[in-house]
């Protein structure tokens, strides 16, 4: 059973001093009309961002050779997506993983794969296997499914060989590279279907006639982020619009407008070390951690002795209450008028 | 590169660029500081100005309740519940005609401000959830409907903000009013993530980056094995059904929860302003035998 304080009890008590008039369904209805206005006032002028979002579709025709690189990745299962962990896959490395922990707890590890994606059906070879006809597309799909992890590896890391000197805006692909196998015709066709507009669709996690969820396309664009940082295509974008983790990017907004300030100490946290440099790799749970505990205590500020009393330690309520510090009996009217005897029964005895 | 739409129906046109200020390890866009700076200058202003004079309420004190004997007769939940409502909040506490004198402070009316700004952003959002997510983007009208909700929601935001600024500089979670104050911080808590489904549910290139980049978050909170933020559809039935009614929900609770308690009286208020015990029972506001709450609903 708690026990009330004093003071809690004497705040708690009714009130029975001076009384002003108030109607409180004036109040709402005079406060929503502003509001109205306000809102259409700020939304004539101001008007609202709408960038449109990319596409594979632009990525691949801005940057091929940018968009076969990552391809390559997601077929040798070494993207960001391929390595990820829980909840897209399985992962026990470390080293590359994105599975995040705070000390020894990792409620990422605990909760498992919830997403299953393996990059190099789900990001390659399934949409290239939808493709009509192309018997040799096929055939080299099928030469690919069938040989070793070893071969396969091998296939692909001589393929990104010939690769790794183009330019990312290269559009010239080598079809003839006798060490990498089957992989230089699936790039290609892979190529032709994403410029096509092609994959964008194919990619969707739900391929059947109706869908909402486009985790696949975004993980697959999103490798370009993680793998060429500013240089792919979307960061070119992400990075000059302010979007960045390091640049605040969770408050702000395309173009001119605002976007989420109310965020600003949830971004505060990845700017300064040891968060924005040695420690980054469990970054984002030590901010959700640290964010979890200010808002308990700003929730539990009532009953954390000390943090509840700073108000009163501060005279910033003098001033919010000057004109009751001053006049205790005062009673905002304009004028003067009097307290209606007819009243009185309910007045305080005595006064 | 990618191509931007331009800004329909804007007077002033804020589809380009924005300038960054940059200080020490602080980067902030203009528009941003500038909402920030609008909010710090309103809660000066709204401490500092004077109040409008009003009308005196003609009487002093506060109304003896209503006897409601007859409505508290009965037995059962439905008459345990209606006694309960008639105890903790009669019709007089719920729809005042008077306030304590000291609520006399432009302070004060950001905690209905939030609320306009709540209601003209359900109403807003209505008109986007009725014509689909995307009608917007391909209807000049359905653009501005949804420019009505971006800035309802940042004045729900701001106005949400300078409320919380005043309320912890008032202290006012004395007086028993724990549950006032937990319940205004769960609605600010519920009104971010509702912004944020919000910010996902777009179907523009920031829904796409932010679904992207905030999975990292919320997958290593183990949050992502529930909320995938790469989601649309889940984005957007938590942005417009389940996070809404929750954050209506508390937000009704913590309005009825004010006018339960009432408002916060002055710290160092006049102990005559104040009802004693004996006061209290002597104008039959509380029972003399404070019998518990069964027994007098049995009555």
Do not use: C
């Amino acid at each position: 059973m708690i026990g009330w304080s004093k003071s809690e009890k004497v705040y708690s008590s009714p009130w029975i001093g001076p009384q002003r008039h108030y109607d409180i369904i004036k109040e709402a209805s005079i406060a929503f009309v502003v509001v109205l206005l306000l809102t259409i006032v700020l939304a004539v002028t101001f008007s609202s961002p709408n960038t449109p979002p990319i596409t594979i579709q632009a990525w691949a025709k801005a940057q091929p050779t940018g968009f076969v690189d990552i391809a390559l990745t997601e077929l040798n299962h070494t993207s960001d997506s391929a390595t990820y962990g829980p909840p897209y896959n399985t992962s026990n490395n470390p080293a590359t993983d994105s599975v995040q922990s705070l000390g020894p707890i990792s409620i990422q590890r605990i909760l498992g794969v919830k997403y299953p994606i393996n990059t190099a059906q789900t990001f390659v070879l399934q949409p290239l296997s939808s493709l009509p006809g192309e018997a040799a597309l096929h055939s080299a799909i099928k030469q690919f499914d069938q040989a070793s992890v070893q071969t396969q590896d091998k296939w692909v890391a001589a393929y990104q060989s010939v690769m790794k000197s183009r330019a990312l805006t290269s559009s010239k692909l080598q079809s003839n590279v006798p060490t990498a196998g089957p992989v230089p015709t699936l790039m290609i066709h892979l190529l032709s279907m994403a410029q096509s507009g092609a994959l964008d669709a194919q990619l969707l996690t739900h391929s059947s006639f109706f869908t909402t969820n486009y985790t696949n396309p975004i993980l697959f664009l999103g490798d370009s982020w993680k793998a060429q940082h500013g240089a792919s295509y979307w960061g070119k974008i992400v990075t000059s619009q302010h979007l960045a983790g390091n640049q605040w990017g969770v408050m702000n907004e395309t173009g001119s407008w605002p976007g989420q300030p109310w965020l600003w100490l949830y971004t505060m946290w990845y700017q300064i070390p040891p968060l924005s440099t040695s420690d980054k790799s469990n970054s984002d749970v030590t901010v959700i951690a640290i964010m979890a505990v200010l808002s308990v205590t700003l929730l539990m500020i009532p009953v954390i002795p000390g943090l509840r009393r700073i108000p009163e330690k501060v005279p910033l309520y003098r001033l919010i209450w000057r004109r009751y510090y001053r006049d205790p009996e005062f009673t905002n009217a304009a004028s003067n008028v009097e307290i209606n005897s007819q009243t009185s029964s309910s007045v305080r005895p005595g006064k | 590169m990618i191509s931007f739409d331009p800004a329909i129906g804007a007077i002033v046109d804020l589809n380009h660029p924005d300038t960054y200020v940059h200080w020490g390890f602080i980067l902030i866009s203009v528009a941003n500081l500038v909402v920030i700076v609008v909010l710090v200058v309103l809660f000066i202003a709204a401490i500092g100005l004077p109040f409008l004079k009003g009308r005196s309420i003609g009487r002093k004190a506060f109304h003896a309740p209503t006897n409601h004997e007859s409505t508290m007769e009965g037995e059962g939940w439905t008459a345990r519940s209606r006694y309960l409502g008639l105890r903790y909040l009669p019709p007089e506490k719920l729809l005042p005609d008077g306030q304590p004198s000291y609520v006399s402070s432009w302070v004060y009316v950001f905690g209905v401000l939030t609320i306009g700004a709540l209601a003209m952003a359900i109403l807003s959002g209505f008109i986007l959830a009725i014509e689909g997510p995307s009608w917007w983007q391909t209807s000049n009208i359905g653009h501005l409907v949804n420019s009505l909700h971006l800035w309802s929601v940042e004045l729900f935001m701001g106005f949400m903000t300078v409320h919380l600024w005043a309320k912890f500089w008032m202290a006012a979670w004395r007086g028993k009013r724990w549950l006032t104050w937990m319940t205004g911080v769960l609605a600010f808590l519920m009104s971010v993530f509702e912004a944020f489904t919000g910010y996902l549910s777009q179907t523009n290139f920031d829904s796409q980056w932010i679904a992207f980049e905030s999975k990292d978050a919320f997958n290593s909170a183990g949050i992502g094995a529930f909320v995938n933020a790469m989601n649309f559809g889940q984005a957007l039935m938590l942005h417009i059904v389940v996070v809404p009614i929750i954050l209506v929900l508390i937000v009704g609770i913590h309005v009825l929860m004010v006018r339960v308690r009432g408002v916060v009286p002055p710290i160092d208020a006049e102990p005559d302003h104040l009802a004693s015990d004996s006061e209290l029972v002597s104008q039959g506001v509380v029972q003399p035998d404070k019998e518990n709450i069964s027994k007098e609903a049995k009555l």
